[in-house]
Nanobody, 122 residues
Framework: QVQLVESGGGSVQAGGSLRLSCVLSGSDFPINSMGWYRQGPGSQRDLVAHIFSGGGDHNIKYGDFVKGRFTISRDTAKNAVYLQMNALQVEDTTAYYC?????????????WGEGQQVTVYS
């Protein structure tokens, strides 16, 4: 069974850092793209950072609110994606979700993690 296992959430003081990790298990198919999204109660799920096919710098997209504070990276060999979050602000408090698109011969499948709560206090 395909599963995304996330870790790294928690509570941190404003200005601090956290590193989120997400590992895909249960699939031998290649990962087309991977990223992080966030969603607050009653809100839509917004892009935080995503690495698209190819993986070069020109294929990385960040949400407008990131403003150079977050860095997404991946380890292809480990089927993992990471989100280094620096200069965290109280406004960054919410749940963060990992998303991976796995390429099967006939179609791609989208997988989501269960979410990591990030709480930033002043």
């Amino acid at each position: 069974q395909v599963q995304l296992v996330e870790s790294g959430g928690g509570s941190v003081q404003a200005g601090g850092s956290l590193r989120l990790s997400c590992v895909l298990s249960g699939s031998d198919f290649p990962i087309n793209s991977m990223g992080w999204y966030r969603q607050g109660p009653g809100s839509q799920r917004d892009l935080v950072a995503h690495i698209f096919s190819g993986g070069g710098d020109h294929n990385i997209k960040y949400g407008d609110f990131v403003k150079g504070r977050f860095t997404i990276s991946r380890d292809t060999a480990k089927n993992a994606v990471y989100l280094q979050m620096n200069a965290l602000q109280v406004e960054d408090t919410t749940a963060y979700y990992c998303r991976m698109i796995v390429s099967h011969p006939i179609q791609d499948y989208v997988h989501w993690g269960e979410g990591q709560q990030v709480t930033v206090y002043s």
